[in-house]
């Protein structure tokens, strides 16, 4: 569970996973050593204090802190890479939008003989018309750039000892977990829930977030953007060709006309496409030179089992 700035909801929430753990623990769904990773994100408030305050009373709560904020999804890998001995481990999110009654279909599934158990929603009724129409963007952006993922499946999900150990072999520092899953390639399958409400606190993923997180995952899993450039060079050099063949004949017949418009839209236009062009071409080399670096994805500064 990774925490950013959640104090506000944190407390409830902990206490929402503990009642849910001790329901499927007497009902023989999960072994009573089960326990929730809090994952603090370089959090700037007390979520810190509220995950030290709750492991000291609860066995199964533990938290580990990062040693400042390094992303949702770098959150989401320490966590993974941390936890060790377990059957299955489930991802989700602090402000408990995503339904913790959706784990035991999860569980279900998986008992059933699947890997990888995505968490999807069934419907965005929550969500504002704003966000539901920039979701449904964004989704199909990322399929039509040739990115292959869950439509209206964010980072609720369960997977198993195998297909976790697969994950955790893909070791680029530019991560896109919604991506990055699918091309593990285990059988999978996914479980309806409908999403609730913000019960406090404010979303970590607004417009300019969901923007950076959609360059993100079409610039790491797909190279669409620079065969787009390609074929824009193509169509503009024919089209430059055809100009061109035009403006000879109209130079021989004598139907030139006089003037600088036209010219100065074409200098324009080109300024702006080849602008644009080395803008992309720039997002991967910049993503090039981040992962020829091979700097630590994260620096953990705390973990509760430590002072126990």
Same mark, same amino acid.
Request: aromatic share 10%; net charge negative.
């Given at each position: 569970?990774?925490?950013?700035?959640?104090?506000?909801?944190?407390?409830?929430?902990?206490?929402?996973?503990?009642?849910?753990?001790?329901?499927?623990?007497?009902?023989?769904?999960?072994?009573?050593?089960?326990?929730?990773?809090?994952?603090?994100?370089?959090? +700037?408030?007390?979520?810190?204090?509220?995950?030290?305050?709750?492991?000291q009373?609860?066995?199964?709560?533990?938290g580990m802190?990062?040693?400042?904020?390094?992303?949702?999804?770098?959150?989401?890998?320490?966590?993974?890479?941390?936890?060790?001995?377990?059957?299955?481990?489930? /991802?989700?999110?602090a402000?408990?939008?995503?339904?913790?009654?959706?784990?035991?279909?999860?569980?279900?599934?998986w008992?059933?003989g699947?890997? !990888?158990?995505? *968490?999807?929603? /069934?419907? +965005?009724?929550?969500d504002?018309?704003?966000?539901?129409?920039?979701a449904?963007?964004?989704?199909?952006?990322?399929?039509?750039?040739?990115?292959?993922?869950?439509?209206?499946h964010?980072?609720?999900?369960?997977?198993?000892? +195998?297909?976790?150990?697969?994950?955790?072999?893909y070791?680029?520092?530019?991560?896109f977990?919604? *991506?990055?899953?699918?091309?593990?390639?285990?059988?999978s399958?996914?479980?309806?829930?409908?999403?609730?409400?913000?019960?406090?606190?404010?979303?970590?993923?607004?417009?300019?977030?969901?923007?950076?997180?959609?360059?993100?995952?079409?610039?790491?899993? /797909?190279?669409?953007?620079?065969?787009?450039?390609?074929?824009?060079?193509?169509?503009?050099?024919?089209?430059a !060709?055809?100009?061109i063949?035009?403006?000879?004949?109209?130079?021989?017949? *004598?139907?030139t006309?006089p003037?600088?418009?036209?010219?100065?839209i074409? !200098?324009?236009?080109?300024?702006?496409?080849?602008?644009?062009s080395?803008?992309?071409i *720039?997002?991967?080399?910049?993503?090039?030179?981040?992962?020829?670096?091979r700097?630590?994805r994260?620096?953990?500064?705390?973990?509760?089992?430590?002072?126990?």
């Open positions: 569970m990774p925490c950013f700035n959640e104090e506000a909801v944190l407390p409830r929430t902990l206490a929402s996973v503990t009642e849910f753990f001790s329901d499927c623990v007497r009902d023989g769904v999960i072994a009573p050593d089960s326990f929730v990773l809090c994952v603090d994100d370089g959090s +700037r408030d007390d979520t810190w204090a509220l995950i030290e305050k709750a492991s009373t609860d066995p199964q709560v533990r802190k990062l040693s400042r904020n390094m992303g949702h999804q770098t959150a989401l890998v320490a966590g993974l890479s941390t936890v060790t001995n377990f059957d299955v481990v489930v /991802s989700i999110d402000d408990l939008q995503d339904d913790l009654f959706a784990i035991r279909d999860m569980i279900a599934a008992q059933n699947y890997d !990888i158990v995505y *968490g999807v929603r /069934s419907e +965005r009724k929550t504002t018309l704003f966000k539901r129409e920039t449904q963007m964004f989704y199909r952006l990322m399929l039509f750039m040739g990115v292959n993922l869950i439509p209206n964010a980072d609720f999900r369960l997977m198993d000892r +195998r297909a976790c150990d697969a994950l955790l072999e070791e680029e520092r530019n991560l977990l919604r *991506g990055l899953v699918p091309l593990i390639g285990f059988p399958t996914s479980v309806y829930y409908s999403r609730l409400e913000r019960t406090a606190g404010e979303s970590k993923y607004p417009l300019s977030r969901m923007v950076s997180l959609a360059v993100e995952g079409v610039t790491s899993l /797909s190279v669409t953007p620079l065969r787009i450039i390609a074929f824009t060079g193509i169509l503009i050099s024919s089209i !060709i055809l100009a063949c035009y403006a000879l004949v109209g130079k021989e017949t *004598g139907h006309v003037g600088w418009t036209s010219v100065t074409a !200098i324009f236009f080109m300024g702006g496409v080849q602008m644009l080395l803008g992309i *720039g997002e991967y080399i910049g993503k090039i030179y981040l992962e020829t670096k700097r630590p994260y620096h953990i500064e705390n973990a509760t089992w430590e002072n126990q």
